[in-house]
């Protein structure tokens, strides 16, 4: 299946997404704090071996992902995170 199609696909999306948050949301609160998006993203940094995130693009992450403001971010926040990336996934796949 391609990234298009599983994009096309509302169902397999959400999945992914769920597994995905899930996984990564390390004090099952059912949201992403600052702390996990840290985490997360140092993570990755790490094993891309480039820079990890300054705190002031750590905020500004958060900023942009956290639509309501709350300082946290939902799962449907984070699945607007998933569709971009799939999205750019297909646009690779497609080339």
């Known amino acids: 299946m391609s990234f298009r199609e599983i994009l096309n696909n509302a169902q397999k999306v959400k999945k992914i997404t769920k597994v995905a948050f899930n996984a990564l949301d390390e004090d099952d609160s059912g949201f992403l704090e600052r702390k996990e998006l840290i985490s997360i993203l140092n993570n990755c940094a790490d094993i891309l071996k ?7 693009e750590m905020d500004e992450i958060l900023k942009e992902l956290d639509e309501n403001q709350d300082g946290k971010v ?10 971009q990336v799939l999205s750019i996934m297909a646009k690779i796949e497609e080339k």
Not at 50 to 56: A, D, G, K
Not at 74 to 83: G, P, R, T
């Open 74 to 83: 939902s799962e449907n926040e984070f699945q607007k995170l998933i569709e």
């Open 50 to 56: 480039i820079e990890r995130p300054s705190s002031e």
